[in-house]
Structures are given as structure tokens and as C-alpha cells.
């Protein structure tokens, strides 16, 4: 049974450019939620993906949006990068009765 | 927005001592708690989880204690060994607020072989 899985491990992008950021959710989960890690802290949750729809969403500005596919796998958008955009991104997958969220191995990136 | 902290960034112990991470929350409402293990390099993996219906919980190696009066969260790791040398953070969830989460900037532990 695989787990959450993301795409790219890394990333160099340059200020001003856009990224998209890819997820696969654990089989069976419904619900995918998006965190932003900063070196040295503990992740921010950014959003929340359910249904195609954007269900929740932290203290992040409109240059972050996400976009969930009817196989439940989740894009994560990121315009006009800025440099404190610099980051490790996390996907968390879970359902969206239950609690349990599993975290991927997040894809690192880096601005410049 | 809510505040999860933790009382220690660093802790170190020896291979086969108890460990104890510590961690505080302020939203009384909170209802379901995750301890996660992030090894470096890598993205949180689940450890142990918790509902404020209950005091203790028990995993393998691992129990997890929550004193609701004074929230506060605690993570025992018994027979600590070098692998589970990481950061951990605590993660609360407001009641109603499915699978949002907040977490707190975690402890490092070291493991003293």
C-alpha cells in the first residue's frame, strides 16, 4: 500500500516565477491538506483539499492555491515566489470523517 | 491563531533511558492530539495519537499522557534507542475543525549511545 507520495523532492525557482507542486494521497484517503515547514519549525497548514473544493485554509495570501483531481491527488500553486517563500512543502493525507492525517516526504523548495 | 509550544528545543538522553517530550497548548477546545516523529530529510511520520476523552494512551514504546486542567501533552519513549533520534512535534486539532492542525516548532532529541 503506498504512501502519500510528492513531486518534485526539489526545487530552485527564481523570485517572481511560479511553481506547482504535486500529491499523491494514501490509498483510500479522501482529503488532502497542504503545510508550509520553514527550517527549524514545526509546519503551518496552508490548506485543505476535499471534494475538489477548498475546504479550509490557514494565514497564507492568495499566491498560494491548490487544485484537488477526482482521484483525490492535489496540486499546490505558488505565484510570484518570494524569497521567504523558501520552504519545505508537505502534503497530509486523511479522510475527511477521521482524524488520522499521514504526512509525504514534502518537496523542498528553494528561492532565489 | 492557536499557540503550540513546546517546554525543551533539545533534549538528550541515553540508549536505553526513558525520554520525555513535553508540550503545551492553549485552545481548550482542542479535541484530538498527534505526536509526530520527523527524522531529518524527511516528512512527519505518525507516532501516537490522542482524544481529549482520554488521559493516557498506550502505543509500543510509546505512551502518550494528556492533562486537559493545565494543557499539557507528553511523550514517553521508554527504552529510547539511536533510531529514534529526531525532532518531535505535538499537533493539536480544534474540535469541528477536521484535519487542520497546529504545530508546535518541536524538541530535538539526541540519543547518547
Known amino acids: 500500500d503506498a504512501g502519500v507520495t510528492q513531486s518534485p523532492t526539489h526545487l530552485i525557482k527564481t523570485r517572481g516565477q511560479q511553481v506547482t507542486l504535486r500529491c499523491s494521497p494514501k490509498s483510500g484517503h479522501d482529503t488532502v491538506s497542504w503545510y508550509q515547514q520553514a527550517l527549524g519549525q514545526g509546519p503551518q497548514f496552508i490548506f485543505q483539499y476535499y471534494e475538489e473544493e477548498e475546504r479550509q485554509r490557514g494565514n497564507f495570501p492568495d499566491r498560494f492555491s491548490g487544485h484537488q483531481f477526482p482521484n483525490y491527488s492535489s496540486e499546490l500553486n505558488v505565484n510570484a515566489l518570494l524569497l521567504g517563500d523558501s520552504a519545505l512543502y508537505l502534503c497530509?493525507?486523511?479522510?475527511?470523517?477521521?482524524?488520522?492525517?499521514?504526512f509525504g516526504p514534502g518537496t523542498r523548495l528553494t528561492v532565489t | 491563531g492557536e499557540s503550540v509550544g513546546l517546554h525543551l528545543p533539545t533534549l538528550s538522553v541515553q540508549e536505553g533511558d526513558n525520554s520525555i517530550i513535553n508540550c503545551a497548548y492553549s485552545?481548550?477546545?482542542?479535541?484530538?492530539f498527534i505526536w509526530y516523529k520527523q527524522e531529518s530529510g524527511k516528512g512527519p511520520q505518525f507516532i501516537i495519537d490522542?482524544?481529549?476523552?482520554?488521559d493516557k494512551r498506550q502505543g509500543q514504546r510509546v505512551t502518550v499522557l494528556l492533562n486537559k486542567t493545565v494543557k499539557h501533552l507528553s511523550l514517553q519513549i521508554a527504552a529510547t534507542q539511536p533510531g529514534d533520534s529526531a525532532v518531535y512535534f505535538c499537533?493539536?486539532?480544534?474540535?469541528?475543525?477536521?484535519?487542520?492542525?497546529?504545530f508546535g516548532s518541536g524538541t530535538k532529541l539526541n540519543v547518547k549511545p
Open positions: 485552545n481548550s477546545a482542542s479535541d484530538y
Open positions: 499537533a493539536e486539532n480544534p474540535r469541528d475543525n477536521f484535519n487542520k492542525f497546529y
Open positions: 490522542i482524544r481529549s476523552n482520554m
Open positions: 497530509a493525507s486523511s479522510l475527511y470523517t477521521g482524524y488520522e492525517q499521514y
